[in-house]
């Protein structure tokens, strides 16, 4: 998508995130027509709805909530900019808040299986310009059947 669109990608580590004013910095410091990733947002952080994590926490910086990365998506936050995609990866969709999947907050649910022959053909077209009958397309095209 990055390469097609001639977009910056930010690959986001939300483990790594301590709070939503760090969540909210991060995207104000991204540029217009950028890519944000959120990978295997099932297993990065557990995310807590902010009423039920104030009751239990009385800490000087309160922790990255669930409102917070909603208001991160859709917010006033996300308007800040111009042109830009959140990209979210998972193994188990349904291990997610409802709150996250619902229609304007994630436009499209995207199932990716696993790579077929003709697929990587058309990864190593776009990436390596290799459009003829490779010699190792044989011996790929056998690996990815077994897989």
């Not at 900019?81 to 996250?100: A, C, Q, S, V, W």
């Not at 990716?112 to 022959?117: D, K, L, R, V």
């Not at 697929?119 to 056998?142: A, C």
């Amino acid at each position: 998508m990055a390469n097609y669109l001639n977009f910056d990608i930010y690959d986001l580590e939300l483990a790594n995130l301590h709070s939503n004013s760090e969540l909210r910095s991060l995207l104000v410091a991204t540029n217009n027509r950028s890519i944000l990733v959120i990978e295997d947002i099932d297993c990065g952080v557990e995310l807590k709805d902010r009423k039920e994590f104030d009751v239990r926490y009385n800490g000087p910086n309160p922790k990255l909530t669930l409102s917070g990365l909603l208001n991160f998506i859709d917010g006033l936050w996300s308007s800040c900019g111009d042109e830009r995609i959140i990209d979210f990866t998972t193994n188990h969709k349904d291990k997610l808040d409802p709150t996250l999947l619902r229609p304007g907050r994630m436009d499209m649910h995207i199932h990716m299986s696993y790579c077929t022959p003709e697929g990587f053909r058309l990864l190593v077209s776009n990436y390596l310009s290799i459009h003829d009958n490779h010699q190792l397309f044989g011996e790929i095209h056998e690996f990815i059947q077994e897989s």
